[in-house]
DNA sequence: TTGTATGCGTTATCAC
DNA sequence: GTGATAACGCATACAA
């Protein structure tokens, strides 16, 4: 039933071809769609808007881009695909670039830092006009601001060292602030802080500071601790927690902070083998605010971040920058959010 | 400090800066690249080459893609990117595709079905060579088999009526006979299905008609009920889950099964809601594993998916479609996976 | 105001 | 074997 392909296929219409419909050249054409606002000549006018419905023009973008040098392709770069914080922060750019008529490639690095060159490379081949990076801005193939082609970058959640372009991320000061001041204020007074390795990853770093700066405004009255968890090693995070639990049954009241949502997970899971329970044992608070945070045990207390919000600020920065707009790098901070449950509770 | 920009960006080598670098004609170096098996002069090729990687060329794909015809891009559309779901198909798929060379350029619907058509429109002007669909097939914009512009597609977990191209998703009815016997075995004689309003969404009518078989097939032992929830409608929900509970205290016992993950999201919230517990109150078993149903309550039991692989499958067929693999439409049905946890256990 | 001619970077069809 | 040359679809100087 694959049809003897008897249709032959009237291939899109181009420009020539409504150039002949209307009876006029193709530049009156290209004008028309163009520059509309001036150089208009009544009739002429509508033979061409005419014929342009009549076949259902629609410029080819390629040839555009081709021509022209502008594509309105907007490529994004992924560290990891899998990151529920990368997934809603394209959700929010793809959203705004395709209000503004721009479609965006992605690519994903799949954790492997080293394609960031190529990945770079790869959008570039297709004309991007621009690019929104979450990358890390390391490894092997680090891309520095030329090989960017000349083309405006907007980095997301993740500064590379010495480029200076637009950065759009979650305001990380004010977030720990936020959620240390809330565990000091219910009493808690051993802090742990687990993160993923920090690896220079500019985030990572930024909470870790911002950490050890709350505790500091606290001291002696609180203590802290900064924990490195990777993926493999459970049985440090174990560790990690048990002593905390320990130093919590002498009296001081111990709470856990996690970096990210991976890091939460982590901590959840790690908490469910030691059969320790958020808010009695030990308090919890996590960074990003993950769907289930509300279904486990008393409710995980959470930092939102505004992740489809970053992503529409870092396309419409980006978007700006191509309209011509000059000026130094910006750098936006968005607030996130506090979401108090049971695990920070009274306990 | 935005440079006065004195560098003058040595643009893109193209194939005639090889040529003349080469000392040949433009020609001669596309052959070299395209043809390089055969019609070779052993000391041109050195040349050519030499060029090449002298001035690091790379093939422009939008000026190939103008003139060949071939973009190398395959367009991904998904109804909606918050699912995760679609993110893990994507990812499976994208990985394959860049395997093979292709980039993925993403369409996200946002749920409104009426952008379908527009979707393939927009992803044709780029001369995407095919399209990966995970859509719903209805609504305004509809597709048909030749919106597609004569180009191959592949349709991932949702059938579109009248459109016989290859297909790839989970097998759906046997997971929900796998996930029905094990509730079966385990005891559990009053049975509700929880599914997002059919519509004519083709998964979800196949999982809801393997359900029925199920039940029908170990009648009058077993009693099996379907309800359509939507997101607005969480009293209907609870009401539904509390009847349920009630027939349970009769002394049959009772599970729910879920269509999906936003389903068993939804389900987890209303018996949190209620008080109900997994496994003691009623038995749960969820559509697709999400990354928190070890943490919940005594874990949750449920199948799941190999979203990944159907994502590289979808890639995998549609790139044999483009080698020109002929033939009727397949339908490539992965197995899901049950997995069991506490909340489908002894009670 | 509108038409003509040229270029964007490749591939393919011809001659040579 | 290799080199001109004409497309591909569009935009834009330039000429009219």
């Known amino acids: ?14 420009i020539a071809d409504v150039a002949k419909a209307a009876g006029v050249s193709k530049a ?33 973008p390629m040839a555009q881009a081709l021509s022209h040098g502008r594509s309105r392709l907007i490529g994004l770069i992924v560290a990891d695909i899998t990151n529920p914080y990368s997934v809603a922060v394209l959700r ?39 690019f929104i990076l979450n990358t890390l801005g390391r490894g092997a193939g680090l891309i520095d601001a030329d090989a960017l082609h000349g083309k405006p970058a907007v980095l997301v959640d993740r500064r590379h060292a010495g480029m200076h372009t637009d950065f759009v991320s979650l305001d990380n000061a004010a977030a720990m602030k936020a959620a240390c001041g809330h565990l000091v204020d219910g009493g808690y007074r051993e802090l742990l802080y687990i993160t993923e390795p920090l690896k220079g990853v ?27 968890s990777t993926g493999d090693d459970g049985d440090g995070l174990d560790a990690a927690l048990r002593a905390l639990h320990k130093r919590a049954k002498r009296g001081r009241r111990a709470a856990v902070l996690a970096g990210n949502a991976v ?48 992503g529409r600020t870092a396309a419409t920065c980006l978007l700006e920058r191509l309209q011509g707009l000059e000026g130094p790098a910006r750098q936006l901070l968005l607030p996130g959010e506090l979401v108090v449950r049971g695990s920070s509770g009274g306990g």
């Not at 520059?35 to 259902?56: G, K, N, W």
Request: aromatic share 6%; net charge negative; charged share 25%.
């Open 92 to 130: 929010g750019a793809e959203k705004a670039c395709q209000d503004a008529g721009y479609l965006v490639m992605l690519f994903n690095l799949g954790n492997d830092i080293d394609r960031e060159r190529e990945a770079i490379n790869a959008l570039a081949g297709y004309q991007v006009d621009g």
């Open 1 to 14: 039933m694959s049809a003897a392909a008897p249709a032959p296929r009237p291939a899109r219409a181009t």
């Open 263 to 310: 890091v939460t997970l982590r901590v959840a899971a790690a908490m469910a083998r030691l059969g320790l329970r958020f808010g009695e044992d030990i308090g919890f608070v996590g960074f990003d605010d993950p769907e289930w945070a509300p279904l486990i045990g008393p409710g995980l207390s959470a930092i939102a971040q505004p992740t489809e919000a970053i």
């Open 202 to 228: 500019s985030s990572r770093r930024e909470r870790t500071a911002a950490f050890g700066d709350c505790v500091a405004a606290h001291e002696p009255r609180v203590a802290g601790e900064v924990y490195e």
């Open 28 to 60: 009156t054409v290209s004008r028309f769609l163009n520059h509309r606002e001036r150089l208009l000549s009544p009739d002429i006018a509508a033979r061409v808007e005419a014929a342009v419905t009549q076949l259902a023009y629609t410029p080819s």
